[in-house]
């Protein structure tokens, strides 16, 4: 499927620790997208990453990709218990007309 | 608050029933999405306006019927839904490479 598959389905960590989180693909993508799903809301655009680069930060976000691997990474550096949430990746090939996601990590950050 | 607003937020309705969900956004983009979330699955792009036409339909049955009268709002309407139907309905909105969505609609069907 073309769809982005996150890695683990579930994640615990104290507040202070770094979270990391994993996103494999099938197919050829032009840019790779990570969301925030509090419960019950709506999603919300954190970063973009386009096939032509291998790394991107944002604050305490840090985003890799590997193309070869058809892999991406999500790092939270010192992560706050505002942090809990759920975290999707989303591959996009024309815009955002054809954007898949996946079933997404669910993160909790333990005060 | 992303600029695309949903209503209802919470909606119950029996299988026989007919109603609407509406999607509007102050963002002037030209695409407007539908998505279904299921529990344990992935976000599943039901339909996709730009410029108000239809540009995509994904298999969706046809008890979903969506509406797009201008490019800023969005409808869905509902009729003879079975319980299977019942998830978080999420209308999305975008100009570029990544979408803006609403907070959704949490649909129940009895």
């Known amino acids: 499927s073309q769809q982005g598959e996150e890695d683990p389905q579930a994640l615990s960590i104290q507040e202070g620790e770094n979270a990391t989180m994993n996103c494999s693909y099938k197919t050829s993508i032009n840019n790779l997208q990570w969301y925030r799903q509090n419960s019950g809301r709506g999603l919300v655009h954190l970063i973009l990453i386009r096939s032509n680069e291998r790394e991107k930060h944002s604050g305490r976000l840090r985003v890799t990709l590997d193309t070869s691997k058809k892999s991406s990474s999500l790092l939270i550096t010192a992560s706050r218990a505002a942090d809990t949430a759920s975290y999707f990746c989303?591959?996009?090939?024309?815009?955002?007309?054809?954007?898949?996601f996946g079933t997404g990590t669910r993160l909790t950050v333990i005060p | 608050e992303t600029g695309v607003t949903q209503t209802p937020r919470h909606l119950v309705m029996g299988m026989t029933n007919k109603k609407s969900l509406k999607c509007e956004q102050h963002l002037g983009h030209n695409a407007m999405y539908w998505y279904k979330q299921s529990a344990k699955k992935p976000l599943e792009l039901m339909f996709v306006?730009?410029?108000?036409?239809?540009?995509e339909n994904n298999s969706v049955p046809s008890r979903f019927s969506p509406e797009c009268p201008n490019s800023s709002h969005l409808f869905l309407h509902l009729h003879t839904l079975q319980p299977e139907d019942s998830a978080l309905y999420l209308c999305a909105s975008s100009q570029g490479e990544y979408a803006f969505f609403g907070q959704g609609t949490r649909l129940t069907v009895v």
């Open positions: 989303a591959t996009g090939k024309t815009g955002a007309n054809n954007l898949f």
């Open positions: 306006y730009n410029f108000k036409e239809q540009t």
